[in-house]
């Protein structure tokens, strides 16, 4: 398999390498780039595979890692990304391998998905965090079509629809969107359409707006129904998106899918579910249940049953078959192919929902993906183990192994000798592969079946070592490359083994193991790789280097160790010799480890930590520094051994480019030095100048850097593999120079001849030594423990160590056999005579008896034990201490919360006789927070009311005096009952300051809320206090009468002891609840467990007791009171309650019989008796005495206790009263709280929706621009169409002017033939594959005018041409033919470009008519939001204190009120005195109203009276008028100085004149002078309307630009209605203006007739 470059720079000038072939399969991304190459990345690679000749060629992304990766076959490109800081897509072509273009986005980190369309130069990518942005790019013109952001989500998969390039399906981890495109021209924009997918259970629920509620019910006490973004707090995006915890659904998982010929989406889901998507209408559908069918559990286990069989014939287990779940898929014509976990390949013959089931293959592996290829001829199955496998859907046959390489990343790699031909790897997985090393070609492999941590090929024989983890080492035999095997395996410990290292002879075998273990073996397969011994060294080994001196027969082992101290490394070097083969067990002592003597060790100490070293053969050793990037050179001496080792400092050091921790490799013939580090960068020096020779970036940081590089013995090859690339790197000499060819040619000749002489002899004995059967699963069951006789059953399992250390222990107990029986014997009869010891011990007395201890031989041991168990008790004591640590961290956290914090601790009082208690109120201190709080808002309350008083004075200040006098009897009967209901407690009885709060009725704002809040728990904390002060009176008395019972029960104790009863006394006693302090303090009886006391405390204590009882001894030792008590018992005086221990003694001779009693005896008897009567009498008359005094002192304490017992009832019924108190006063607190956050969550909500109008406009707006711009491009594409259409219809003219001169027949033909079509052009894709995805119509234009003239030439051909038309006529008829068919089909695809940018902006105006519903409700809900948080602020919530009683409710539910309007009663009697006056007023006016009645209707009459004298008078005057008088007779008649008044008259008239004569030409100055001023005035308007005519023009400018504005955001519907009103008003304005206009004209007219008219009255008169 040839892996060449398709590109390829060298490092520096000079020599430089070129990559030889590259191996390996990262990832399961895997895509035909033509039917015969497949393609697939590999660290920073990718490989194409031909699937025929199995070649491979390479193209490397020179700036490391191959990130995202897609395939197009149609178009033969390869797209991948690079994950460098803002990385590129690189494009290159197939097979030329060219770099086609890069195209650069916005992506700042990395892209994770690429995905091709199935035609066309379409590519979509899709960035990872921080942008999460999907991006569409036409990657033949480099241009980036439309992108969209989708923050925070993560892709999994990406595709176009095959069928319609303007489908994008995009899968997550739990959701599915199908993004469209749409393109309007150039222009080019993503829509995005989530699809709702089913819950776990496949079950579709609805989507539910929780932003935007569907029903809302309104509570009239829990206030509005709100969305929970508002109750949350949220605002914003956060708002829309947020979804409660409960209401969460876990939807299915997708993990593949793939898109039909009928733009539908099949996909699998985690769960075992298989959807259909319908990629149109965004549904979804379930086609295949969670639970399979019963014939499918059935083929489940015929396919169990196949693959027990199969791996019993291979000598292998059978696999069992997992939980199917679908992680592959792909379609065809026929139906769909599915594989997943389960490993077999699955054909869905699918219609409608219904579907039938095929299994095709089963290759016992899970398959990760399937891939068609180009032709739909063979179907490529991608395992998770990297094997990939061809199925031929047309043979259904069974799928073929086709590339058989590890997903396990590649831990190393070697040449096998000798060194040109082939090379080994191995995986961490434990997988031997064998390649050609000429072209990288896959010859072999063998999987080992355990984990791999080294291998080293062994330059003597074809056989390879591999290490593991568990501490083996499995020797392979290569020398048939094409089938390796394991011939042998050396357990050698337990201890993973690191590292393997031959020398270059090939005689030894260094292996490296962790805990500093250095093992050494026998290379040869002849001496069937015996182990020499091995060497531990004290510290951490970082690095081996092994140097061989072939003159001397010697190889020198250098080991870098850690120095975990101090910032330095140390070597240590010690010598191999032939000899020590020959001779081994001269070398190593009974356990197999070397003597230090005869290694020759050699210690160094250098001034820098090291992470890799090497060393030449001239002491040179040259390092990788790990505190900075340096390669240090440095000399070693042979003076400085181990002797006093000095510190060497560097010789050389030489700045690196690399970073991270690097590693050093030396070429075979120490000329070349490698270094490699984390960035994967490979760099080669020359070993004598350091100079760089070369460098090569075949690895990336991304995939860990370069774990390992090995130089071939020619040096003309260099392996390379990744840390965790999975990428096998082989690179050889690009440029070199001929002398150094020359020199690594002649020194891997010279070690060839050298080895030649043995190789074929090993090589000879490793192909006869027999194949080990190797099991892995005995590498875990432990070794065999060793028997008493010191004998081993079985030595396969256990390790070489194990075994040296068994055969030690075998020979020592057979040399000691007797000497252990003797020993044996001895302690028998030892344990015989103990035994017998330990029985006699028992049987003595108990003060004699021995511990048993004491009988213990071996102190040592039992000193041991004794030490063992000191330590779990100290252990255990510490852990106690911890524990009781945090109890009392605890108890003091809990004390300082609920008692020290405590300004009134919490306790409680108790009646004497009765169940009755009563606690009080624990009260914390009010910090300084709290009372500065309280002060401020007292000081605005006082404030406010200051105010208020103030402004009630200065209102109404004049008012009736009913209505005074009115007002004071309604505040007379409210005052007292009104005053507490209103104020909804009865706080203010119990100690409560009820003045300082707010009226229910006026919080209306927030502060007031918050005031009233602080100002109620004031009003609580004084009731509290109130009642703790009459608790702490109440408790002082009962301490009293406690005190006062106590002092009446010493009384009665005495007289109980003087009347010799044993009777109870009742004492009471404060209970613990009473005292509630005791519980702080432990009393040492409370404690039942031994106290632990150290011997100090023990000794202390003895102490202690000594001296109290010396003290007892000297208080009783008193000659005084003992004198006392002799004579007098006790006392001075005699008492009368010593008058019962008083006794009369008898006298002598009542012992004596009576009848022996002489006279005076008998009186003296008769005394006697008298006197003990007499005695008698008096201790009877004392114990009366005591016992009244009993009685009356019980009556007594029965008495004031039951007193004390009433007043703590009395408490109890006030703390019952206080506590409603304290409930109401609470109540009000949660209602009003409740309250500030209903305003909150209004606010809240309000906010939510201004962003969201916000956020609409904006979209609105750039709908609206987007809206014009479709516009103005359909408007200007569609002159473009229509001259494109009349350009074809001038070309049918044309062709009938310019073929006019042809005859009528043949023109007629030619007119047939100018019409004719050829049949709808094809694409060239093959019609009879089972491809469903095959179009028979182009892509373009272009494509379509290529069809269309390959179709044209048939028509063209002269055999169609019209018999006897001449030949250049027929040229230039196909000519124009051509012409017109160009034609018609630009407009075919102007008028398809047409309807597509038309349907464009249908899709605007609809998104902009639903934008302006969604702007409509929304603007709906903001006025609905403003009215109930204007309700909320005036609908108040008041508490009412209501009698029992007065209240009587049906049923437990609140009654409604919701049209009810609370006032006060004071307004309502206000409003009633009002009514009262006014009704007095009303029958004022009534009875007034009767009286100017009366008034009128005597007037009426009055004016009838008048009216009929009128009319007498009239008939007179008529009477006198039918008389013949003329005026002048009259007046004759009349006036009595007739002369006289005519003169007067003439007198009259001639003044009249003058004087309006006057008036006339004072009128007519005023006019003249009024007329100047008008024409002043005419001035100044004619220059003012010119300069408003100037600002008309401006503003004619603007209103137009806005009117434009105003018509692209199309918001006139928004305000329509101010418009229409505002118009109105201005046409109303314009009407009045016209007619003020004319009534002033019409006036000036009558005044200019009035002027006219007096004149001629005046003549008249």
Not at 353 to 382: G, N, R, W
Not at 563 to 573: C, K, M, S, T
Request: aromatic share 8%; glycine share 4%; hydrophobic share 35%.
């Amino acid at each position: 398999m040839a892996a060449r470059p398709g590109s390829e720079g060298a490092g520096t000038a000079g020599p430089a390498l070129d990559v030889s072939w590259v191996q390996g399969f990262s990832n399961k991304n895997l895509a035909f780039v033509s039917n015969q190459t497949v393609c697939y990345p590999c660290g920073n690679y990718i490989l194409f595979l031909d699937i025929k000749t199995k070649k491979t060629r390479a193209v490397q992304c020179q700036t490391g890692q191959v990130g995202a990766f897609a395939a197009n076959a149609n178009s033969q490109v390869v797209a991948f990304s690079d994950r460098k800081l803002n990385p590129l897509i690189h494009i290159y072509t197939f097979p030329e391998l060219r770099k086609l273009t890069e195209l650069k986005g916005d992506a700042q980190l990395d892209y994770t998905l690429l995905a091709f369309s199935f035609k066309g130069p379409y590519l979509a990518s899709y960035s990872s965090i921080p942008e999460f942005v999907l991006s569409v790019w036409n990657w033949q013109e480099n241009l980036l079509l439309c992108s969209e952001s989708q923050p925070g989500l993560t892709g999994t998969s990406l595709s176009f629809n095959p069928m319609n390039w303007q489908q994008l399906c995009f899968v997550a981890e739990s959701s599915v969107t199908i993004w469209r495109i749409e393109r309007s021209k150039d222009e080019h924009h993503l829509t995005r359409h989530p699809v709702e997918l089913p819950d776990d259970h496949g079950t579709m629920s609805p989507h539910e707006d929780l932003f935007f509620p569907a029903s809302r019910s309104d509570d009239p006490y829990y206030g509005p129904d709100l969305p929970v973004s508002a109750i949350a707090g949220l605002e914003g995006d956060e708002a829309e998106t947020f979804v409660p915890r409960n209401c969460i659904k876990t939807s299915v998982h997708p993990t593949a899918h793939c898109w039909t010929a009928t733009s539908e989406i099949y996909m699998g889901c985690k769960e075992g579910y298989v959807l259909a998507i319908d990629a149109e209408q965004y549904s979804v559908s379930v086609l295949q249940q969670k639970a399979p069918p019963e014939f499918m559990q059935k083929i489940a286990d015929v396919v169990s049953y196949a693959r027990r069989e199969v791996q019993k014939k291979k000598g292998g287990k059978p696999s069992s078959l997992q939980k199917p779940v679908l992680l592959a898929m792909a379609f065809c014509n026929e139906g769909l192919y599915a594989a997943g976990s389960e490993g077999i390949l699955i054909f869905y013959h699918i219609k409608d929902l219904q579907y039938e089931i095929k299994i095709c293959a089963d290759i016992s592996q899970p398959i990760s993906s399937l891939i068609f290829s180009p032709d739909y001829t063979s179907l490529l199955l991608v395992t998770d183990q990297g094997t990939v496998y061809s199925y031929r859907p047309a043979h259904s046959g069974e799928a073929v192994k086709l590339l058989d390489t590890s997903s396990s990343c590649f831990l190393a790699a070697d040449f096998l000798t000798p060194g040109n031909n082939y090379c080994v790897s191995v995986t961490i997985s434990g997988e031997v592969q064998v390649w050609s090393l000429e072209d990288g070609t896959f010859l072999s492999k063998l999987n080992l079946g355990i984990e791999a941590t080294s291998m080293a090929c062994c330059p003597s024989s074809n056989s390879v070592a591999v290490g593991t983890q568990i501490g083996q080492i499995c020797f392979l035999d290569v020398t048939k490359a094409e089938a390796p095997r394991v011939v042998h395996r050396i357990f050698l410990s337990k201890l993973p083994v690191l590292s393997l290292h031959y020398d270059q002879s090939g005689q030894f075998l260094i292996a490296r193991a962790t805990e500093g273990h250095i093992f050494i073996l026998d290379a040869h397969p002849s001496k069937s790789f015996q182990v020499l011994g091995y060497i531990v060294l004290a510290d951490e080994v970082l690095h081996l280097s092994v140097t061989s001196d072939l003159k001397n027969d010697l190889v020198e082992v250098m080991v870098l160790l850690n120095v975990a101290e101090v910032q330095q490394a140390r070597l240590e070097i010690f010598h191999l010799s032939s000899a020590m083969i020959a001779d081994n067990d001269k070398y190593v002592n009974e356990q197999g480890m070397f003597n230090a003597s005869d290694l020759k060790k050699e210690q160094y100490y250098l001034d820098c930590p090291l992470s890799s070293a090497v060393r030449l053969k001239d002491n040179i050793v040259y390092g990788y520094c790990t505190s900075a990037p340096f390669i240090c050179k440095y000399h070693l001496s042979e003076e400085n051994k181990l002797e006093d080792p000095s510190v060497f400092s560097s010789e050389k050091k030489i700045p690196s480019k690399q970073f991270g921790s690097g590693l050093l490799c030396l070429s075979p013939n120490s000329q070349w030095l490698a270094a490699a580090a984390k960035d994967g960068v490979l760099f080669i020096y020359n070993t004598s100048t350091l100079d760089i020779l070369a460098q090569k970036h075949c690895h990336s940081y991304q995939g860990g850097g370069i774990r390992s590089m090995v130089f071939s013995l020619d040096g003309n090859f260099i392996l390379v593999n990744g840390e965790n690339d999975c990428a096998l790197v082989c690179l050889k000499w690009k440029e070199i120079k001929e002398t150094e060819v020359e020199e690594a040619a002649l020194y891997w000749k010279s070690l060839r001849d050298i080895l030649n002489k043995s190789t074929s002899d090993e090589n000879s004995v490793l192909k006869s030594m027999a194949e080990w059967k190797f099991d892995p699963e005995c590498t875990s069951k432990s070794h065999p423990v060793m028997e008493e006789d010191g004998n081993v059953p079985n030595t396969d399992d256990m390790t070489w160590i194990g075994q040296k250390i068994q055969k030690v222990m075998r020979e020592e107990t057979q040399r000691f056999a007797k000497q252990k029986e003797e020993l044996q014997m001895g302690i028998k009869k030892l344990r015989e005579t103990i035994q017998k010891m330990m029985h006699e011990n028992e049987q003595v007395p108990d003060i004699e008896k021995l511990e048993h201890w004491e009988f213990n031989l071996d102190l040592e041991e039992q000193e041991q034990v004794q030490a063992e168990a000191e330590e779990d008790v100290a252990r255990a004591r510490r852990e106690l201490e911890m524990e009781i640590l945090s109890y009392c961290y605890l108890q003091d956290l809990i004390k300082y919360e609920c008692w020290d914090d405590m300004c009134v601790k919490g306790r409680a009082v108790k009646c004497f006789h009765m169940d009755c208690e009563v606690r009080n109120y624990p009260l914390k201190e009010r910090s300084k927070e709290e009372l500065e709080t309280l002060k401020k808002v007292l000081q605005l309350k006082q404030t406010e009311a200051a105010d208020l008083q103030v402004q009630k004075k200065n209102l109404n200040s004049e008012t009736a005096l009913s209505e005074e006098e009115g007002e004071k009897a309604a505040g007379e009967v409210t005052d007292d009952g009104a005053s507490l209901c209103l104020n909804g407690s009865l706080s203010s009885q119990y100690g409560g300051d009820t003045s300082i709060l707010y009226h229910q009725c006026d919080l209306h704002t927030k502060e007031q809320k918050l005031n009233q809040t602080i100002l109620l728990k004031d009003v609580i904390y004084k009731v509290k206090t109130a009642f703790n002060e009459e608790f702490d009176i109440v408790v002082q008395r009962k301490e009293q009468e406690i005190a006062r019972v106590k002092e009446r029960n010493l009384k009665i104790q005495e007289i109980l002891e003087q009347l010799e009863l044993q009777v109870e006394v009742w004492e009471p006693v404060l209970t613990d609840d009473e005292m509630p302090e005791r519980a702080l303090t432990v009393q040492d009886s409370e404690i039942k467990a031994e106290k632990y006391m150290t011997q100090e405390e023990k000794e202390q204590a003895e102490l202690l007791a000594k001296l109290e009882r010396e003290r007892r001894l000297a208080a009783t030792d008193d000659e005084r009171l003992r004198a006392l008590d002799d004579m007098m018992g006790g006392v001075l005086e005699i008492r009368r309650e010593d008058i019962l221990k008083m006794d009369i003694p008898p006298p002598d001779f009542i012992s004596r019989p009576e009848d022996l009693w002489t006279e005076e005896e008998k009186k003296v008897f008769e005394e006697y008796e008298k006197k003990v009567n007499e005695l008698n009498e008096g201790k009877e008359e004392y114990r009366q005495f005591l016992r009244n005094e009993w009685n009356k002192l019980e009556a007594s304490i029965k008495e004031t206790t039951q007193n004390f017992d009433e007043i703590v009832c009395k408490l109890s019924e006030k703390k019952l009263k206080s506590q409603m108190v304290i409930y109401q006063e609470e109540l009000k607190i949660v209602n009003l709280i409740y309250a500030l956050l209903l305003d909150e969550e209004l606010e809240t909500r309000e906010a939510g929706l201004h962003k969201f109008l916000m956020k609409k406009k904006k979209e609105k707006v750039k709908g609206a621009r987007q809206i014009l711009t479709a516009k103005y491009g359909v408007e200007a594409y569609t002159d473009t169409y229509k001259d494109a259409l009349q350009k074809e219809k001038s070309l049918e003219h044309g062709f009938m002017k310019q073929f006019a001169h042809v005859p009528g027949d043949l023109f007629e033909e030619l007119l047939q033939l100018y019409k004719h079509r050829p049949e709808s052009p094809r694409t060239e894709t093959l019609l009879d594959t089972a491809n469903p995805y095959v179009k028979g119509s182009p892509e373009d234009y272009q494509d379509a005018l290529s069809l269309l003239m390959k179709a044209m030439d048939e028509l063209d051909s002269p055999e169609h041409m019209p018999s006897g038309l001449d030949q250049s006529v027929w040229e230039h008829f196909c000519l124009a033919r051509r012409n017109k068919m160009k034609s018609e089909e630009l407009v075919k695809w102007k008028a398809l470009a047409l309807a597509e940018m038309q349907a464009c902006h249908r899709r605007r105006v609809d998104e902009n008519d639903k934008m302006k519903s969604e702007l409509e409700s929304t603007f709906q809900e903001l006025t609905w939001v403003k009215e109930e948080k204007m309700k909320l602020q005036q609908n108040l919530t008041v508490q009412f204190l209501l009698k029992q009683g007065q209240v009587e409710l049906g049923s437990t539910q609140i009654p409604e009120y919701r049209d009810a309007i609370l006032i006060d009663r004071r307004v309502v009697e206000e409003l009633n005195c009002t009514l009262a006056a006014q009704g007095e007023k009303k029958i004022t006016a009534m009875v007034e109203f009767k009286d100017f009645s009366k008034g009128i209707i005597q007037l009426e009459w009055e004016h009838k009276k008048m009216k009929m004298q009128i009319q007498d008078l009239k008939e007179k005057a008529r009477d006198i008028v039918i008389l013949p008088i003329s005026k002048d007779c009259q007046l004759f008649l009349t006036v009595q100085n007739y002369d006289a008044h005519i003169a007067q008259h003439l007198a009259r008239m001639e003044q009249s004149l003058g004087i309006m004569d006057k008036l006339h030409k004072k009128n007519v100055k005023n006019h003249q002078k009024k007329v100047r001023e008008l024409k002043k005035c005419i001035r100044l308007k004619e220059q003012a309307n010119y300069e408003l005519s100037l600002q008309l023009k401006e503003m004619l400018v603007s209103v137009s630009e806005r009117m434009h504005i105003f018509e692209a955001a199309d918001t006139r519907d928004i305000s329509e209605k101010i418009t229409r009103q505002r118009y109105q008003e201005i046409v109303k304005q314009k009407y009045l203006r016209n007619l003020i206009r004319e009534q002033e004209k019409q006036l000036a007219i009558l005044q200019s007739e009035i002027e006219s008219c007096n004149p001629r009255t005046l003549h008249i008169i």
